[in-house]
């Protein structure tokens, strides 16, 4: 029989589209259904390595995919939010989380695949209430997986009468390192796990892969999926780094151990598939929630071991941004509420000196346009936001206690000082926005408009620093010269604008760069505002 290539790469590749963008989709959905909070589940429950696993394991089931939930994980590793050995419990739980998408292919539905889809769009387009909108979402994704794997089984139907892939196959069954590598590359190609497992079961099912030669793609296809975590993490943290290394270590040595026991672990599923009576594609589905599943309970007494590996293996200082509070105790509010001031006072220095390096980090950016110094300053800006939450609440709290007049003052300032601060990071974070529009745009900033910047970024930055060491040794003498500094502050606002339209009626300056500009001295003289503000509420003239 002559195969008709084009007619089978088409409905190959068209079914792995549409089989890539349903899983996304559907994840897209589950995540937007469970509140999109994501992030604080990872940050609250990750209290210890098992936790970790549990949680990545609900996570993953959420999103559908184990590389979403490891690039999540690195992000807060990278931020603080996670240490290196939580961060290895829930990589552990993810792989074991995305087996799930296995099972629900292994639930052979694909002759339903279309009215699934009409069910998803029907609520997509005709139910106006959010919740139902998502669910659409999830539904359509749901029947559009198994659309594509429909497409795709068919299309390699022919591949049977092919002797070169029966050759193949073969081959994967006497080398089962040749099927490791088949399965990491393709992964590596299609960048999900999932596509590749699904890939596998509908080869399976059609009787085109034998068992024991569709068990080694299966363990390459875990190995192929780290290659995510490997590219989120470039340029990222030495904790980051550690992280990614790690769910490369754990899913080698993994794949390693089975090939080793490859034999036995084929007759198990041959066993247990006879036991359950297994469809073709719930064998595979089985043997890759086993895998995941033994993987973790061997290597979980071994997370020490990993961090320590990983930690010589990537040497370095881990430099992060720590999104949590270090002095909230909330333990002082009812029992010393006055040492509970104080504890929220050097919580709000914290942010304030992370908003003085941000506004450092967007400096950076704006001279050397290194993405690097954008990203940490976005991080920075997210840490503030996290702190101004807790800081807030944990005041509130104290609020609510018997304080004296003087604690009550002090209380009252810090709570409009949290918010000057929480605004400054808003202020740089809207700078670094339009350094990205200028480098997106490709705009050049005149000689002339970058040494005014330059002026006014020192200023400021000096002027913030200034009002945060007034409010910390509660010196007036400092608080006086914020509020001078910032006097010159609105004056180079001034001043530095009419340069500008002289630049812009010389043919100097492009207008679209001259925007950039304009608004990047109207961001800095508003951090000099809340800079005095700082300083007026250590002076006592705020009310």
Not at 159 to 184: C, K, N, Q, W
Not at 436 to 443: F, I, M, S, W
Not at 447 to 461: G, H, K, P
């Amino acid at each position: 029989m002559e195969i008709n290539w084009q007619e089978m790469l088409f409905q190959f590749f068209g079914g792995l589209g549409i089989f890539l963008f349903s899983i996304k989709y559907m994840g897209d959905g589950l995540q937007k259904s469970a509140g999109d909070k994501l992030r604080n589940i990872l940050d609250r429950f990750t209290t210890n390595p098992f936790m970790g696993v549990l949680v990545g394991i609900v996570v993953t089931v959420l999103l559908q995919t184990s590389t979403g939930t490891t690039v999540i994980t690195i992000g807060l590793v990278s931020a603080g939010f996670m240490t290196l050995r939580q961060a290895i419990g829930v990589i552990m739980g993810a792989n074991i989380g995305t087996t799930v998408t296995a099972f629900i292919i292994g639930i052979d539905i694909g002759a339903y695949a279309l009215p699934i889809m009409a069910v998803g769009a029907f609520c997509i387009f005709f139910l106006k209430k959010n919740y139902f909108q998502n669910l659409g979402e999830v539904i359509f994704g749901f029947g559009g997986l198994f659309l594509g794997l429909e497409l795709m089984t068919g299309g390699m139907k022919p591949l049977r009468e092919l002797p070169a892939f029966i050759d193949l196959t073969v081959s994967m069954s006497d080398y089962p390192l040749l099927g490791v590598v088949i399965g990491t590359v393709f992964t590596l190609i299609v960048q999900s796990s999932s596509a590749t497992v699904g890939i596998l079961q509908g080869l399976y099912s059609e009787g085109i892969l034998t068992l024991d030669s569709s068990l080694p793609v299966l363990f390459g296809d875990n190995i192929g999926t780290t290659i995510t975590a490997i590219l989120a993490s470039i340029g990222a943290s030495v904790a980051a780094r550690r992280a990614a290394a790690t769910h490369v270590l754990f899913n080698v040595v993994g794949t390693l151990i089975f090939l080793i026991i490859l034999i036995p672990f084929t007759m198990y599923i041959e066993w247990l598939s006879g036991v359950l009576g297994l469809e073709a594609k719930m064998q595979i589905a089985f043997a890759h929630g086993t895998f995941n599943v033994a993987n973790t309970l061997i290597q979980f007494p071994l997370i020490g071991v990993w961090a320590y590996v990983v930690t010589k293996l990537i040497p370095g200082d881990e430099i992060t941004i720590e999104y949590k509070p270090k002095h909230l105790d909330p333990h002082f509010i009812q029992t010393a509420p006055s040492i509970a001031i104080g504890q929220a006072k050097e919580e709000i220095l914290r942010m304030g000196y992370f908003s003085v390096q941000g506004m450092e980090e967007t400096f950076e950016y704006l001279k050397t346009k290194n993405k690097k110094h954008a990203e940490t300053g976005y991080q920075l800006e997210g840490a503030i936001n996290n702190l101004d939450h807790k800081i807030t609440d944990y005041l509130v709290k104290i609020s609510a206690e018997s304080i004296s007049s003087a604690d009550s003052t002090r209380h009252i300032m810090l709570m409009e000082t949290v918010r000057d601060i929480e605004r400054v990071g808003d202020h740089f974070e809207n700078i670094i926005e339009l350094i990205d529009y200028q480098v997106a745009n490709r705009l050049n900033l005149t000689d002339n408009a970058m040494e005014d910047l330059t002026e006014m970024f020192t200023l400021t930055i000096g002027t913030v620093k200034k009002a945060l060491d007034s409010l910390d040794i509660n010196s007036q003498e400092l608080a006086r010269e914020v509020a001078e500094q910032e006097d010159l502050i609105d004056k180079m606002e001034r001043q530095f604008r009419k340069k500008h339209i002289l630049r812009l009626n010389e043919g100097t300056c492009v207008p679209q760069a001259g925007i950039v500009f304009v608004d990047i001295v109207s961001n800095l003289e508003r951090i000099g505002d809340h800079a005095v503000n700082i300083a007026e509420a250590v002076l006592g003239k705020r009310a």
